[in-house]
């Protein structure tokens, strides 16, 4: 299926709490869900870690081989943020840092996950949707806990799932990734579709909760704050 054209978006982030909401309620109308239009080779996980009460964030990107979710390459850095701790407005907190990983990746993946929402979001602007549209690629968000709207909790069997429902609209889905193990909260972020990205978190889920992206992406960046690790980018194989 050919995909409706998109382009990347740019903005500043010097905003104020007030700007920033508002900004979030004009990129929404940017948003495209919609079925990816090639498969996927390569898929990216992004996440940050710091220390409580720092502003200095250490962040990563990981890409995957889709098939084996074996890591091939990453990138991270180390970042202090410009936006304050606002619940509903961590994009602005937290993409700057994921987008200097972003731009210096040895290649980019055709899709990424985060940990956070795309448009399970109460202004349908999670990390994941924000993220997408600045760079026009698919995302995914794929986060521990519900941020908004409601859901009947699904048994708790690997494949298992109920939406996430606001009104009539759905936002999402809390997916078990694992049997006996409580869901995850999945939504589409930008130009993938909502039963995609559903299917796509339960595809990346290997014998634990999280999806293999972000959980790779959070291992590497709990190195990194740790030092176990210098910030930088590596790769174990050719993208050709």
Known sequence: MPMTPSHPIRHSWSLSPAEAAALQQQLRERVILEPLGQP????GGADLSYNK???????????????????VAWSTVIRRSPFPYIP??????EIPSLMDAWEQLPFMPGLIAFDGHGIAHPRRMGIASHFGLL????????A?????????EPPLRRGAFTPILDGGE????????KD???????????????????DIMLHCARGYRIPEPTRQAHLLVN???LGAVEAGVGQYVSEQ
Do not use: N, W
Request: overall charge positive.
């Open 40 to 43: 996927i080779r390569f898929i």
């Open 53 to 71: 009460g720092s502003d200095e964030f250490y962040a990563g990107i990981v890409v995957l081989d889709y098939d084996s979710m074996a890591v």
């Open 88 to 93: 509903g407005l961590l994009s602005f907190r």
């Open 135 to 142: 760079v026009d690629v698919p995302t995914i968000g794929c």
């Open 144 to 152: 521990k806990k519900k941020l908004t709207g409601h859901y009947e």
């Open 170 to 177: 759905t936002l999402g889905f809390a997916l078990c990734t």
């Open 180 to 198: 006996k193990v409580k869901p995850v909260f999945v939504s589409p972020g930008h130009r993938v579709s909502l039963e995609q990205s559903r």
């Open 223 to 225: 190195r990194l704050r």
